[in-house]
């Protein structure tokens, strides 16, 4: 069953962001400020990557989609931070259409061989435990037997941390909200065009059969400035605990996740 996973890294659609500018110009403007760009890969080197680069299962994609207007030294520095990741596929699309251009996207790397196909999404802070594969693989396998009667199903894995990296390193809150992006796929009909990025991911229960699986950290959602979602007015912010040394080695046994590099990450960004 082919597993993609896409990340839209500071691709400037049209529409997919809260946080609304006036022309494309000034999206593209805001979304490769250095400031911005720099953070931005300080948490997709250090959070993203590894537990991906470390899935106990190893046959997926990572579809890494980016804007054909990003300039070339972060071009250049993304083709650099995969380069050992045989797994992951950067495609660059002009602006368009948010969903039309991700749904695009991923149907160019699909392989539309009669399976269902398992679809999840991340942003460039987020990360899911280094078993997510494995254990979403095994998942699908078990509602299966729905899936001839359903166009899609969501497979949701809800357990986790909320973490804000920064140079002091790695804060946490523990989170079990269902239907959180990183740890969330569709299981999608093997006939169908549609993909994981045409659904609100809040949403995915009023429109499609869910299953959801807690017990077991699965995931975390990255908590920074740059947050789209944390842009309007009003959003509350969770009560972060800085890690301790026992935090610090569970992270890395179960997403591969050196706090300190991210923290050495975050200070050269910061300088």
């Known amino acids: 069953m082919q597993t993609i996973g896409i990340c839209r890294f500071s691709y ?22 250095p400031d911005r760009m720099a953070e931005r890969f ?5 959070m993203m990557l590894p537990p991906l680069m470390a899935q106990t299962d190893d046959d997926f994609t990572l579809l890494i989609v980016i804007g054909d207007s990003l300039p070339a030294p972060y071009r250049d520095r993304l083709e650099a931070a995969v ?30 061989d009669g399976d269902a196909c398992l679809q999840f999404r991340m942003d460039d802070d987020d990360a899911v435990a280094c078993t997510y594969v494995e254990k979403l693989r095994a998942a699908a396998m078990d509602v299966l037997p729905m899936a001839a009667k359903h166009r899609h199903i969501a497979i949701d894995f809800n357990q986790g941390y909320i973490a804000r990296p920064s140079a002091a390193g790695l804060a946490v809150a523990p989170t079990n909200v269902p239907y959180t992006t990183a740890a969330l796929a569709l299981m999608i009909r093997p006939d ?14 009023q429109k499609m059969p869910t299953v959801t699986f807690t017990g077991e950290d699965m995931l975390i959602r990255g908590h920074n400035d740059y947050n789209d979602s944390r842009q309007k007015p009003g959003v509350r912010a969770p009560r972060l605990q800085p890690l ?21 990450a975050f200070a050269v960004s910061a300088a």
């Open 12 to 33: 400037p659609g049209d529409g997919g962001f809260q946080v609304e500018h006036e022309t494309l110009q000034e999206r593209m403007e805001y979304l490769y400020a």
């Open 192 to 205: 169908l065009r549609l993909s994981v990025m045409n659904f609100a991911h809040m949403k995915v229960g």
């Open 244 to 264: 301790d040394a026992a935090g610090k080695a569970h992270l890395m046994a179960t997403y591969n996740i050196d706090a300190d590099r991210v923290a050495r």
């Open 83 to 112: 380069e050992d990741m045989p797994q992951a596929v950067i495609r660059a699309y002009s602006p368009g259409p948010h969903r039309k251009v991700m749904q695009q996207a991923i149907n160019d790397v699909r392989r539309f």
């Open 42 to 46: 300080a948490t997709f080197e250090t």
